[in-house]
């Protein structure tokens, strides 16, 4: 479902041909999801009517005739020495029309590109995050299929031979920087019906959305002077679409869970102005093998929390824990955050970071795991 934060890529206006913004730059002013997502113009855009097979390897690449897309990499990462990292590399596609302008100038687009890179040191308790802005034109951003590549500047996810797989992911910032292999894992898992992820009961309130749930990564991190060899997992979100918030929606919860059995949890609760979970929430399971069993929200799973963490930047408050529960699979999780503070300061407020899992899993079995959790529509409306 998620991954609306898209919209901030109107930003790019006031950034121009591309530039980077980090918490404290002025050219990056906060934003509201909310007043960002509704109520915008869609006519002339391509809409998510009805299911329709996955076509890869060019579903992999963009899809320029809906309004938002995403390619939206997390993971979790541990050095040799046993010291745990987590991390986020996203970038995001937005049209600023439905088509390009008349224009022979080699900057003229309707596409513009909006990226976000974190770190989390478990260890030291720190968080860095990055974002940066460029419009899809004149080489500094843009997305090809065959090979794949996505890219803003030399942030990029891209395919390293004639296949899609492996991938290379780059991003640096400063004195962090992140090089990451990543094999495909388990196939790709279509979300929702079939790949349609219903957003409000309106037609075409919808988007296209699979997932690569456990892609083994290794490479390198530089944090500072260090440098170290990393390995873990990593899941790749793909998500394109038209639609914004359905009217009542303010944000959602969404946890990507990969457990030491093998087994993977995505789910998401679409939070209404009243606090309530939207009918339209979601999740799935993974087996092992790739096979996915999907779950009715409230029926076959549920999430409350268990903890709050409060914001230093304004005293937004954020749910921080969380007890989750597929009751007929014998499923009851404990979701900790790695560190507190993961919060990025950026275009939109929004808490994204690593998580460690522990409980019962699959037959009621004690399992351990680890994975990411995403909060949006908290702070800043």
């Known amino acids: 479902m998620r991954r609306l934060v898209a919209g901030a890529l109107l930003l790019v206006a006031q950034v121009g041909c591309g530039g980077t913004a980090t918490p404290d730059d002025a050219r990056a002013p906060r934003m509201s999801l909310v007043e960002t997502l509704a109520g915008s113009d869609t006519s002339g855009y391509a809409r998510a009517l009805e299911p329709r097979p996955f076509d890869f390897p060019r579903d992999h690449g963009p899809h320029p005739d809906f309004r938002t897309e995403w390619w939206y990499v997390t993971g979790n990462l541990t050095s040799e020495a046993g010291r745990d990292y987590g991390f986020q590399l996203t970038i995001f596609r937005n049209a600023l029309a439905p088509a390009p302008p008349e224009s022979p100038s080699a900057w003229a687009t309707n596409q513009a590109y909006m990226a976000h890179f974190t770190v989390t040191d478990v260890q030291a308790g720190t968080f860095r995050a990055y974002e940066r802005f460029a419009r899809g034109a004149a080489g500094l951003a843009g997305a090809e299929a065959e090979p794949l590549r ?61 997932s690569l749930t456990r892609m083994p990564a290794e490479g390198t991190l530089v944090l500072g002077p260090d440098t170290v060899a990393v390995s873990g997992a990593a899941w790749l979100d793909r998500e394109w679409s038209t639609s914004a918030l359905a009217e009542g929606q303010v944000g959602w919860d969404w946890f990507a869970l ?89 275009s939109f407020r929004y808490w994204e970071g690593a998580v460690q899992v522990s409980g019962a899993g699959e037959g009621g079995l004690p399992v351990e795991g680890r994975g990411y959790v995403e909060l949006t529509g908290y702070a800043g409306g």
Do not use: C
Not at 325 to 333: I, K, M, S
């Open 150 to 210: 996505v890219w803003l500047e030399d942030w990029s996810l891209e395919a390293t031979g004639p296949s899609t797989f492996p991938l290379e992911l780059e991003a640096d910032h400063g004195d962090t920087a992140l090089h990451l292999r990543l094999d495909r894992g388990k196939p790709a898992v279509p979300q929702g019906d079939r790949g349609l992820s219903q957003k409000g009961p309106e037609p075409g309130n919808a988007s296209f959305y699979y």
């Open 258 to 346: 990969q457990l030491d059995d093998g087994w993977d949890l995505m789910i998401y609760r679409l939070r209404r102005a009243d606090g309530s979970a939207d009918a339209l929430s979601d999740g799935v399971l993974v087996d092992p093998e790739g096979l996915r069993v999907p779950l009715e929200w409230g029926r076959d799973v549920t999430m409350e929390s268990t903890g709050t963490w409060t914001s230093p930047i304004d005293d937004t408050v954020y749910p921080s824990g969380w007890r989750i529960r597929v009751p007929d699979r014998g499923w009851a999780l404990a979701v900790t955050p790695r560190i507190p503070d993961q919060e990025l300061d950026v």
